[in-house]
């Protein structure tokens, strides 16, 4: 992307990892969790609290705001050419009922790290450089996930995202207007050249195989197909084995078959049962309704399209087998998402630049980058996180994988944004 001369980022270029962490740990006392943790809700008044305190900090490192529909926060680094399209760093500050003080934050506030570290070396870019905080990423209390980014991809409409409700029958809308942070901006109506997320992992993988940095390539699409198979309610020592028509047992099969057709398609694929419920749910009736949940994931198109098809080959034979009424229902979907390679490119480079340990992988979970990908050219960077854990409290990273990865953020970025002197 670098289409006009300029100086390359010089290879002993850091960020200021202490401050990073300083202010990771700040933002942390924003909405505490019960465990070590964050509960801080979108557009809850901690959410709110934490938005000024990001823009308090932007502001002092001599950034301006803008602000959309949607609530999501766009502050400004000016660049020489100020009329060029920016260079985006973006993620989320929002929080799960009972996330971690990374998921999110991290991508968030190594953006303003990236600024501060810039002005701290004198440095100027040719495109101006918008850190963003996407409103609701989480999709905990409004559903669903990515909403923000999601309305500003033009995957959804501004209406249907004010319309979501909270379990208390709050609307999306209402509470962002009750927080004082809905903006005049149209969401979308802004031009990207480029945009990064920085990101925690997530997954075990960076820290088992000791690498500092992942470069993401892929997003996996995901397939949610709901079954509901029927079958009789009937008693457990009564009914003669013979007679059955066991909900359960269909559900059962099922959930074998769910994990044979993703080993059939190792490696870069999963499947597995996570929500499942039979009725009446009662320890001397055989089931006669069971109702479960079926996520496939792959980042490979033609792997996702080939499970959900093995899976409605198979499940109507198990259900026909054992006499169950069966019916599959597709209850979420997107496709795969393959970032864009000339920054995925960027973000090796750097690493490589740096002498970081890194590898190409997947992201397994959803996030504000795989929208805005739809709409620009798009990439992310992930550092490890302990055990993999994350959406729990006791996510942890450590101060030097923060940085590691801020690091390469700040090459990648400047090698985008092209810096003049
Ligand atoms: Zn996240």
């Known amino acids: 992307m670098t289409d006009a001369p300029g100086v390359g980022p010089a290879a002993n270029m850091r960020v200021d990892g202490e401050r990073l962490w300083d202010s990771l740990m700040q933002m942390a006392r924003i909405g505490p969790g019960i465990a070590g943790g964050n509960n801080r809700q979108t557009l809850t008044d901690a959410d709110a609290e934490g938005r000024a305190l990001f823009r308090q900090w932007a502001e002092d490192a001599g950034m301006t705001m803008g602000l959309d529909r949607m609530g999501s926060m766009f502050l400004r680094h000016e660049g020489s050419e100020p009329d060029l399209d920016p260079v985006y760093i973006g993620s989320h500050l929002d929080t799960q009922p009972t996330g971690g003080k990374y998921d999110g934050v991290l991508g968030v506030l190594a953006g303003l790290e990236v600024i501060r570290s810039i002005r701290d070396m004198g440095l100027t870019t040719r495109r101006p450089i918008v850190v963003v905080n996407w409103t609701n990423e989480e999709g905990a209390r409004f559903a669903p996930a990515m909403l923000a980014s999601g309305v500003f991809a033009g995957i959804h409409d501004e209406d249907y995202a004010n319309s979501r409700t909270d379990a208390e029958g709050r609307r999306f809308g209402d509470e962002l207007d009750r927080i004082g942070w809905r903006g005049d901006e149209t969401p979308g109506d802004r031009k990207i050249h480029a945009m990064f997320e920085y990101h925690i992992e997530q997954g075990p993988i960076l820290e088992a195989e000791g690498r500092q940095i992942g470069v993401v390539t892929h997003g996996q699409g995901l397939w949610w197909l709901q079954v509901t198979l029927t079958g009789k309610d009937a008693h457990t020592g009564s009914t003669p084995m013979s007679m059955r028509v066991n909900a359960g047992l269909g559900m059962a099969r099922i959930i074998e078959a769910v994990h044979r057709i993703a080993m059939d398609h190792q490696p870069d694929a999963v499947g597995a049962v996570g929500q499942a419920n039979v009725w009446p749910n009662s320890r001397n009736v055989i089931p006669g309704r069971a109702v479960f949940t079926i996520d496939f994931r792959s980042p490979h198109l033609d792997k996702l399209t080939s499970m959900r098809a093995r899976l409605e080959d198979e499940a109507p034979k198990i259900a026909a087998e054992l006499g169950l009424g069966i019916e599959i229902e597709p209850v979420g979907h997107f496709d795969p998402v393959a970032f864009d390679p000339g920054l995925v490119a960027k973000v090796r480079d750097a ?54 990865g801020a690091d390469v953020l700040l090459h990648a970025v400047l090698d985008a944004a092209e810096v003049v002197g």
Do not use: K
């Open 351 to 404: 690493a490589e630049r740096l002498g970081y340990s890194h590898m190409d992988i997947v992201s397994g979970a959803g996030h504000d980058a795989c929208w805005i990908n739809r709409v620009a050219p798009t990439v992310m960077i992930m550092c490890p996180c302990v055990g993999g854990l994350s959406h729990n409290e006791a996510e942890e990273i450590s101060p030097e994988w923060a940085a590691a």
